[in-house]
């Protein structure tokens, strides 16, 4: 993408606006013909809300349905549109948006809590996979720089789609899970060199390559240098000042030329828009604001990003498919064999059980949506003849949509094999702790331990659980969880779920005798480690904290607080006026609501530093 794509979109709407000013009333109806894009944008997103349903309904990915889109509504398709390149410079917008939410979703605190995977075996199947598809590709007759797009551009797997498989089955929280994510973040964070690659082969057909080299990374090194220095200073400022105005508008508008601005900053540099984007994310993802600013930006993001599917679907040439059908599937075939393949090796050259390392490998044996990113931008740059980009994009399309079939495929090699070899559950147990980090236990996992394990995994933050009851594990268990039966009170069996090297525990057994036992084991055993408890009452939480409980959350209080806040609510009391009297009851421990005279009722702090706050008081 040309840095000067939004500078021109601007100025046409600007050329629009003003021609729009000067025409009369007999003229106003062509005024508003000159609007940029307009028919293409009515048609996306009436083919968008019409088709996409479909698509979720079959429990596809909505890539897939931009995708088909695009090849219905493309000069291949009925030529509904023909401006391919029009659509296109709007459309790279997406991925400026979609590397903007990948800087805002990784932290350096996750990199580092998955340092060893992420760094390693993520990093080590786009290295090696990259070389052997690209090997691949030199053989049949591709250019050295073609060959090297080629073999990284099918080296990504879905984000996309596998995030989406994983969180609907409840699997994200599994070993298997957490090494597909970790993964899937090499591989994102392999996209900015990619895209760089392309730049630079682009700009080196004058056989200047080692020069060009050498001459973008000294770019990249001053431009990142003075985005993390300038702008980590610049951002809090702003986004602090503008927070105190109260405005959600500006608060948008401020994202937006965050976005925009950076991404804006490094194409003049010569490097790639999207590394702006990743890096203005990655700056983001280190302030308090980073929730609010995802949530405002998703909508952009999932827009864009389709627009961008659907003007690849429009440059996809499907009548390929009918006609080397039989290539395209050697092609498929082969992809998912070799990536299958590398990424069960490497699996197990870092640990991870067979079961494991077989369901990781099948499930990111595919293609993925950035293998179009790389592969339209290399065709741009006649890197890729249109001929074999054709054959690449119809590859990865194909192969994405039997991501959902390899997923099940994985899970069902993995009860066969269970079922015949007999899984051991200590060592499972052990299998699914090791190589965790900073993951969070939960003791007890009825109503709130699982409530507690979905905003978890909302996060994307490993857990492990365990309980007494047999039935709830055991079905647990088959929908992927990592729940195991277990006694929290014994450190011995919390040790085996990896508590040496967990961030934190939380507590959430119904039997409060027994909750006292596995805080006070817990505390004996490791000192350091926070522990969440769920109390009964006021009495209760007196006695965890004395055993060293970290937090305490009474449960007849709590539920007091959010039973009273709905009756304020529905008496017409505005949600941020009951927000903030809870807020105010919670610093206050109640004392607020204390009956004049009143024994039996005392002030309950949330956590050790409130209460210690409110004895000195």
């Not at 990259?130 to 099918?154: D, E, K, P």
């Not at 979905?454 to 729940?483: F, I, Q, S, W």
């Not at 449960?555 to 505005?574: C, D, F, K």
Request: aromatic share 8%; glycine share 10%; proline share 4%.
């Amino acid at each position: 993408m040309e840095p000067d794509t939004i500078v021109e979109v601007a100025r046409q709407a600007a050329e629009m606006a003003s021609g729009a000013a000067g025409v009369g009333h007999d003229d106003h109806a062509a005024g508003h013909a000159t609007v940029p894009y307009i028919r293409e944008i009515i048609v996306f997103l009436v083919a968008s809300v019409l088709v996409v349903p479909l698509f979720k309904w079959f429990r596809a990915s909505p890539v897939l349905g931009y995708l088909f889109i695009g090849a219905i509504i493309g000069p291949f398709g009925f030529a509904v549109i023909d401006d391919v390149e029009g659509v296109a410079a709007m459309a790279e917008l997406g991925v400026v948006f979609l590397l903007f939410m990948i800087g805002l979703e990784l932290s350096v605190e996750r990199l580092k809590a998955m340092r060893t995977m992420v760094f390693g075996l993520g990093f080590a199947q786009v290295v090696v996979s990259g070389a052997v598809i690209g090997a691949a590709a030199l053989w049949w007759g591709n250019t050295v720089q073609a060959s090297i797009i080629i073999g990284l551009c099918l080296a990504l797997s879905s984000t996309a789609v596998i995030m989406q498989l994983l969180m609907e089955r409840g699997e994200f929280s599994s070993r298997m899970g957490r090494a597909s994510f970790a993964v899937l973040l090499a591989q994102d964070l392999a996209v900015v060199p990619l895209l760089m690659l392309v730049t630079i082969f682009a700009a080196g057909e004058n056989g200047h390559v080692a020069e060009l080299v050498g001459m973008a990374l000294l770019r990249a090194v001053v431009a990142v240098l003075l985005i993390i220095f300038v702008g980590r200073w610049l951002v809090r400022h702003l986004y602090r000042m503008v927070t105190w105005t109260q405005s959600p508008e500006l608060f948008m508008a401020l994202t937006l030329l965050a976005v925009l601005g950076t991404a804006w900053f490094t194409g003049v540099a010569g490097l790639s828009m999207a590394l702006g984007a990743f890096l203005a994310g990655l700056l983001l993802s280190e302030t308090e604001f980073r929730h609010q600013v995802e949530t405002d930006i998703e909508p952009f993001k999932g827009l864009l990003l389709g627009l961008f599917f659907i003007s690849i679907g429009m440059s996809i040439d499907f009548g390929v498919l009918a006609e080397e059908w039989f290539n395209v599937i050697i092609g498929v075939t082969g992809l998912i064999i070799l990536k299958a393949i590398i990424l069960i090796g490497l699996a197990r050259a870092f640990r991870l059980p067979w079961t494991t390392s077989l369901r990781t490998g099948l499930l990111l044996s595919a293609g993925g949506e950035f293998a179009f990113v790389g592969v339209t931008a290399a065709m741009g740059s006649d890197i890729i003849s249109d001929p074999i980009g054709q054959y690449m994009l119809i590859v990865a399309a194909v192969s994405m949509a039997t991501t959902p079939f390899l997923a099940d495929l994985g899970a069902f090699l993995k009860k066969r094999i269970d079922d015949r070899i007999g899984a051991d559950p200590i060592q499972a147990t052990e299998d699914e702790a090791r190589g965790l980090e900073g993951h969070v236990i939960i003791a007890g996992y009825g109503r709130v331990g699982q409530t507690v394990a979905r905003m978890l995994g909302d996060l994307k933050h490993p857990y492990m659980a365990l309980d007494l009851n047999v039935p709830r594990t055991r079905e647990c268990r088959a929908k992927g969880e990592p729940v195991y039966y277990g006694d929290a009170s014994k450190p011995d069996v919390l040790e085996r779920i990896g508590a040496d090297h967990a961030g934190a525990v939380v507590v959430t057994l119904d039997n409060f005798a027994a909750a006292s036992r596995a805080v006070e084991a817990i505390r004996n055993r490791w000192p350091g480690i926070p522990i969440f408890v769920r109390a009964w009452d006021m009495t209760h939480s007196d006695e965890l904290f004395k055993l060293g409980a970290t937090g305490v959350v009474p449960e007849t209080l709590e539920s007091s607080l959010q039973l009273a806040g709905q009756v304020l609510q529905s008496l017409g009391t505005p949600r941020e006026a009951v927000g903030d009297i809870i807020t105010r009851i919670r610093e206050k421990d109640y004392a607020g609501l204390e009956a004049p005279g009143s024994d039996d009722v005392q002030p309950l702090p949330i956590d050790k530093d409130t209460r210690e706050k409110a004895a000195a008081e």
